[in-house]
């Protein structure tokens, strides 16, 4: 009982966290002259993908650091399989150009370089450090390309200051990781009771539970119709978890990396990769729409039914 009212109240903080997330991503956005998906991409991506680096590090500073891989991958097939998917399902999301045309590439990217380095089984340093540059070179190049681009625009008014942009999003994260901590210490511990693997608690339970806080900014972006922070937090966060989180972990020590999670997870999550690419055609007049949220609900059961039951 005590698990169930830890795991709700952690559920109750992330959707809280994430509308307020929103609100001031958006702000700061109009403040910094920078548009919405970029600040998705890069502020509101790192600060829902929070969750994911606190428990991968926690796992490889206490001998776990396989659960890292777990997480990640597990994370990233949940942001685009069930969090894009309920948010499809609510509304239809237009996606800009540039979110398939360089966002799309680089999160693709990311995945076909982590199965290079991780082919020898093993995350080690100087992977790790490379995993790192790649972020700081994609997160300058948004940053910078997009205030080129918002030059022309006609400025709007932010509605907060700063400041308090800054502190309601430092406060949003701060409750997105206290509330994924509630949610996969309940979840988890649940699990334990059922005699669940850790490979599978991590792949899915824990993955699923540090998820959440993306499922709940991109489900608030969507109510405050603000579409380019729901499309681009989830492919920013994809990107920061692979990039930071592995990266920042290799750094930390080298992880472990099982053939399972190379031959079975990472074909999953670049298979729903490359089917949201195709639902992103026509690159012009490009709709993410219910049918195709349904879809991706119905493959994240699939694969759920999969690595519990096969």
Not at 52 to 65: K, M, N
Not at 288 to 308: K, Q
Request: hydrophobic share 60%.
């Amino acid at each position: 009982m005590i698990d169930v009212l830890i795991l709700m109240g952690g559920l109750l903080l992330l959707v809280f966290s994430g509308d307020w997330l929103v609100r001031g991503g958006a702000s700061l956005a109009k403040r910094f002259k920078v548009s919405p998906l970029v600040i998705g991409v890069t502020i509101i991506s790192l600060g829902t993908s929070a969750p994911e680096l606190v428990v991968s590090l926690q796992a490889a500073v206490t001998g776990h650091p396989a659960i890292s891989i777990g997480n990640v991958l597990g994370s990233n097939i949940a942001n685009i399989a069930l969090v894009l998917g309920v948010t499809a399902l609510i509304i239809v999301i237009p996606v800009r150009r540039k979110t398939i045309l360089f966002d799309w590439s680089v999160m693709m990217f990311a995945a076909l370089l982590f199965f290079i380095f991780a082919s020898d089984f093993t995350l080690s340093l100087w992977e790790g450090i490379i995993l790192i540059v790649f972020l700081v070179a994609y997160v300058l190049y948004s940053l910078i390309s997009s205030r080129q681009a918002m030059k022309s625009a006609v400025p709007e008014i932010p509605p907060f200051s700063l400041g308090l942009s800054i502190g309601i999003v430092v406060i949003s994260i701060l409750g997105l990781v206290l509330g994924s901590h509630f949610l996969v210490e309940g979840a988890s511990n649940i699990a334990y009771e059922l005699g669940v693997s850790e490979r599978v608690i991590s792949i899915s339970i824990i993955a699923f539970g540090t998820s959440v806080p993306e499922l709940a900014t991109s489900v608030m972006a969507a109510r405050r119709k603000e579409l380019d922070i729901s499309v681009g937090n989830l492919i920013g966060s994809n990107i920061f978890n692979i990039f930071g989180i592995l990266g920042i972990t290799a750094i930390v020590t080298d992880i472990p990396v099982s053939k399972e999670s190379l031959n079975i997870d990472w074909f999953w999550m670049v298979g729903i990769f490359l089917l949201l690419f195709v639902f992103m055609q026509p690159i012009k007049n490009s709709r993410i729409r219910w049918w195709h949220g349904l879809i991706f609900l119905l493959i994240y059961i699939a694969y759920y039914y999969m690595i519990y039951f096969m």
